[in-house]
């Protein structure tokens, strides 16, 4: 009986934090695929996995941080007729964190699992192919205006009083969406920060800080981590009114 010769590998679905996935292609081949590769001698998956990583994108992972999702048989993408015998594992791109193509890497892209839009004339491993395509979509939470608007008064008066008391001058408002429609906006704060208020005038109108609806339930799988978007959306823009700009919320966790 006639067996395809096989493959044994290691790779890495290196994810941001706006759910993208890490594809590289190496030079003189035309096919997306995972990070990873093959063992040296006496090495164990994950650290193929973190070796491989590190010569590809000059990332270095902790261990612990890698998840297995599983050992997979695919045709391998550069070697007709092969098998690949692949460890996978899942592991997160640590925030504020840039990689960038290194060694045999032709080229690296961020992907939708959901979404794949392949620079032409290139395609997509088969392995790459078998795990994108068993990534669920999640489903976005549904939340009519009235409620998604109580649970944000509720983890408002959840907040530090003095954060809120402090207030001057500011009313909470909750929209649908940005004016723009766009999907990629949270919240907003309108107006004057409380160091730039020297044109305030008799009766000025009040600053506004925005919470958006369908953007946040857009992004969440469920009420918990609705809440936590809501909270986060509402330091974040009540920072603004303190001075504080986007980098440094971002750098204090609160973006």
């Known amino acids: 009986m006639h067996h395809n010769p096989s493959i044994s590998v290691a790779a890495v679905v290196l994810m941001r934090d706006d759910g993208r996935i890490a594809l590289v292609r190496k030079h003189h081949t035309d096919a997306f695929m995972f990070p990873g590769g093959k063992p040296e001698p006496s090495e164990d998956g994950p650290t193929t ?4 990583v590190y010569e590809e994108l000059g990332l270095s992972l902790d261990p612990q941080t890698l998840e297995h999702l599983g050992d997979f048989t695919t045709p391998a993408a550069n070697e007709p007729g092969t098998q690949l015998l692949s460890q996978v594992y899942a592991a997160a791109l640590p925030a504020g964190v840039s990689v960038a193509a290194q060694a045999e890497i032709a080229q690296l892209i961020w992907v939708d699992a959901h ?11 088969p392995l790459s192919a078998t795990i994108l395509g068993s990534l669920e979509q999640p489903e976005d939470v549904e939340m009519r205006l009235t409620e998604f608007e109580q649970l944000v ?7 530090p009083k003095g954060l809120v008391d402090s207030l001057d001058n500011v009313v909470f408002a909750v929209e649908d969406r940005p004016a723009d429609g766009s999907l990629n906006v949270l919240g907003t704060y309108e107006g004057h920060d409380r160091f730039d208020r020297a044109d305030y005038g008799y009766a000025q ?46 750098d204090l966790g609160w973006a």
């Open 115 to 125: 979404d794949v839009g392949l620079p032409s004339g290139t395609t997509l491993a």
């Open 205 to 250: 109108l009040p600053d506004a800080i925005v919470v958006f609806r369908e953007p946040i339930l857009a992004i969440c799988d469920d009420v918990a981590q609705v809440r936590h978007e809501v909270h986060v959306t509402l330091v974040h823009e009540i920072g603004h009114y303190y001075g504080i700009d986007d980098a440094a919320l971002h």
């Open 153 to 159: 008064s509720q983890e408002l008066e959840s907040l």
């Open 49 to 52: 996995a973190i070796r491989e």
